[in-house]
C-alpha cells in the first residue's frame, strides 16, 4: 500500500518538476549524477546563443543541464551544425531531462522571448491535457519571481515534495510554450498537478514537421493572461525535450533563444 502510494508521489512530482529547472536553491545533479549546489550556478546578463559555438559535445556554453527526476533517463543534447548553422539538437528515447540558464533577474514588463524551433516526428499519443500523456518534442520555459509565502498549503506541499525528490526549488510561476499535439494554438494548459506551471500552445498538430517555427512572445501580457496578475521578474530561462510518458521518441532542433526589451507602441496611443 505504502509503495503504491509513494509511486504514484513520484509520479505526480515528475509531472510538476517539468516546470522545475534548478533557478532556485537547492541541490542539482549534473548529466552524469554528479551533484552540486544550484546557488554556486552564476547569474547571467544575456542568453547564451548556440549559433555562435561549433558543433560538439557536451553542454552549450552558459547553460546547465538539469534532471526532472532520478529515476527518468536523461534526453540527449547535442551542437550540431544542421542546414549551415549550428543549433541544438534534441534527441529522446522514453526520456525527460532540460538544459537551463539562470538569468540576473529583470522586469518582465516589455521582455518578449524570441527563438525558433523544429520537430521532425509527430508524437500522435502525446496528450498536454493529460498529465500522464504530457509528452512534447519542443518546450521553452520562463520562470519568474514571486512570494511563495502568499500561495496556498497545497502548493507549498507541492514544493517540498518537488525539492525533497529533485533537490530543486521550483519558481514561483513558470509559463512554458509548447509544441503540442492536440492542444488548441494560443490555448492554455494547466498543469493537472500545481497552479503555477501553465502551458501556452504555439505549435499543434504534425502538418509544420521537418519546417522552422518562428516565435515572439510578449512575456508580462502571457503571465497576465495566464495567472491573472502582474509578473514578478524573470529570473530564468529553459527548454525541456520529453518522450517518458508516452514511452516513445523524437528528434528536434532549437535555434537560438533571445529576450528582447522593446519600448511601448507609442503609435497606438495616438
Known amino acids: 500500500m505504502f509503495k503504491s502510494i509513494f509511486l504514484s508521489l513520484l509520479v505526480c512530482t515528475a509531472m510538476i518538476l517539468s516546470g ?7 541541490t542539482v545533479q549534473d548529466e552524469s549524477g554528479k551533484a552540486f549546489n544550484a546557488d554556486q550556478i552564476p547569474a547571467q546578463d544575456e542568453l547564451p546563443k548556440f549559433s555562435v559555438e561549433t558543433a560538439r559535445e557536451g553542454m552549450p556554453n552558459g547553460w546547465n543541464f538539469y534532471r ?15 542546414q549551415g548553422r549550428t543549433v541544438l539538437s534534441a534527441n529522446s528515447q522514453t526520456s525527460a531531462s532540460g538544459l537551463a540558464v539562470k538569468l540576473r ?3 518582465a514588463n516589455n521582455l518578449w522571448l524570441k527563438w525558433e524551433w523544429k520537430a521532425t516526428g509527430a508524437m500522435p499519443a502525446a496528450d498536454n491535457a493529460n498529465g500522464y500523456q504530457d509528452d512534447a518534442p519542443l518546450r521553452i520555459l520562463v520562470a519568474f519571481d514571486g512570494n511563495k509565502s502568499k500561495l496556498p498549503l497545497k502548493e507549498k506541499m507541492n514544493f517540498e515534495m518537488a525539492n525533497l525528490i529533485s533537490g530543486q526549488e521550483m519558481p ?5 510554450y509548447i509544441w503540442s499535439g492536440k492542444g ?11 497552479s503555477r506551471v501553465k502551458m501556452i500552445v504555439v505549435d499543434s498538430g504534425w502538418e509544420n514537421l521537418d519546417e522552422w517555427r518562428h516565435h515572439q512572445r510578449d512575456l508580462a501580457a502571457d503571465y497576465k493572461r495566464a495567472y491573472g496578475e502582474a509578473p514578478g521578474e524573470v529570473i530564468g530561462i529553459a527548454l525541456l525535450t520529453d518522450t517518458d510518458n508516452t514511452k516513445s521518441e523524437t528528434r528536434a532542433f532549437y ?13 497606438a496611443s495616438k
Open 20 to 26: 522545475c529547472a534548478g533557478f532556485g536553491g537547492g
Open 68 to 82: 526532472i527526476a532520478p529515476y527518468k533517463k536523461n534526453t540527449v543534447y547535442r551542437l550540431e551544425n544542421y
Open 105 to 107: 533577474p529583470r522586469q
Open 172 to 176: 514561483y510561476a513558470t509559463l512554458m
Open 184 to 194: 488548441q494554438v494560443d490555448s492554455i494548459i494547466p498543469n493537472v498537478h500545481t
Open 255 to 267: 535555434g537560438d533563444i533571445e529576450l528582447v526589451r522593446k519600448g511601448p507602441d507609442k503609435s
